[in-house]
């Protein structure tokens, strides 16, 4: 868990730092100028659940907002809800936001108390080691769905094959406390009895580690598509929870398309 309380350091310290080049301006003053919008949806066939071993196809929605800087060098598809207040072109930081939607008692969940739709919210740092490279680290807290924190930390290298198609790809691991872990896997007594599943009460720590690959189309200007893959393989009290054991499974596999577009306006 001594991660999980230094990666909110990290990202404070940073956000303050890069928002101390922009105090002269004043609020307002940081308000006008010229913005963009990011939207967009991914379609994917992805695990039913955290930890199960059937898929299901869904979508998700894509949204990013920030200042006109120097043009963005990378993005990935799980970058969440984004609003950068920094972005210089080498590094970007702000507030940042992910949708979580409900979990129902429903097949292998059957007596287990269902999770009520919510979301999380935070902030984001990322950075650019190399030009080809980059690094980004969300923390965020839970609204609704559980009351714990996740800290998920990714890395990519990115390489243009041509001006217009890019392969990229990278190691993610994440991390989150008890509040988020109880949700998800845990299993208290009354649960056990009505689900027929062990006991389990989870603490915090590592969730997964896994790699992530995409290959991006600019198809026009603000236009984008993209096709990807993830591999997950859980971890920590995530792989503990007698849900994973008895009716799921550690390795998590997600493939998918998204597209996305962006549009300036100014303030």
């Known amino acids: 868990m001594r991660i999980v309380r230094t990666i909110p350091l990290?990202?404070?310290?940073?956000?303050?730092?890069?928002?101390?080049?922009?105090?002269?301006?004043g609020t307002f003053g940081w308000l006008s100028g010229d913005w963009y919008l990011t939207l967009g949806a991914t379609g994917m066939v992805a695990p039913k659940f955290e930890g199960s071993n059937s898929l299901l196809l869904s979508a998700t929605p894509i949204i990013s907002l920030g200042k006109v800087g120097p043009a963005a060098r990378f993005t990935s598809r799980n970058d969440n809800i984004s609003l950068a207040l920094v972005d210089d072109g080498g590094v970007r930081a702000g507030l940042t936001g992910k949708f979580l939607f409900s979990r129902s008692s429903k097949d292998e969940l059957k007596g287990l108390d269902p999770v009520r739709?919510?979301?999380?919210?935070?902030?984001?740092?990322?950075?650019?080691?190399?030009?080809?490279?980059?690094?980004?680290?969300?923390?965020?807290?839970?609204?609704?769905a559980h009351d714990g924190f996740v800290a998920d930390i990714a890395a990519d290298a990115f390489y243009d094959v041509t001006p217009t198609v890019r392969i990229s790809g990278g190691p993610r691991v994440s991390f989150a406390s008890s509040g988020y872990f109880d949700s998800y896997y845990g299993v208290n007594a009354k649960e056990a009895?009505?689900?027929?599943?062990?006991?389990?009460?989870?603490?915090?720590?590592l969730k997964s580690t896994g790699l992530?690959?995409?290959?991006?189309?600019?198809?026009?200007?603000?236009?984008?598509?993209?096709?990807?893959?993830?591999?997950?393989?859980?971890?920590?009290?995530?792989a503990d929870s007698s849900l994973v054991k008895q009716r799921g499974q550690r390795d998590q596999f997600t493939v998918g398309v998204s597209t996305t577009y962006r549009f300036n306006f100014s303030m």
Do not use: C, Q
């Open 117 to 144: 739709w919510g979301g999380e919210v935070g902030g984001f740092f990322e950075f650019y080691p190399t030009d080809w490279l980059r690094a980004r680290a969300e923390l965020r807290h839970g609204i609704r």
């Open 193 to 205: 009895a009505a689900s027929g599943l062990s006991e389990y009460h989870p603490g915090g720590g």
């Open 10 to 25: 990290l990202l404070v310290s940073g956000l303050l730092t890069v928002s101390t080049a922009n105090a002269g301006e």
């Open 212 to 238: 992530g690959g995409a290959i991006t189309w600019k198809v026009t200007e603000p236009m984008t598509a993209s096709l990807f893959g993830e591999y997950a393989r859980l971890m920590g009290p995530a």
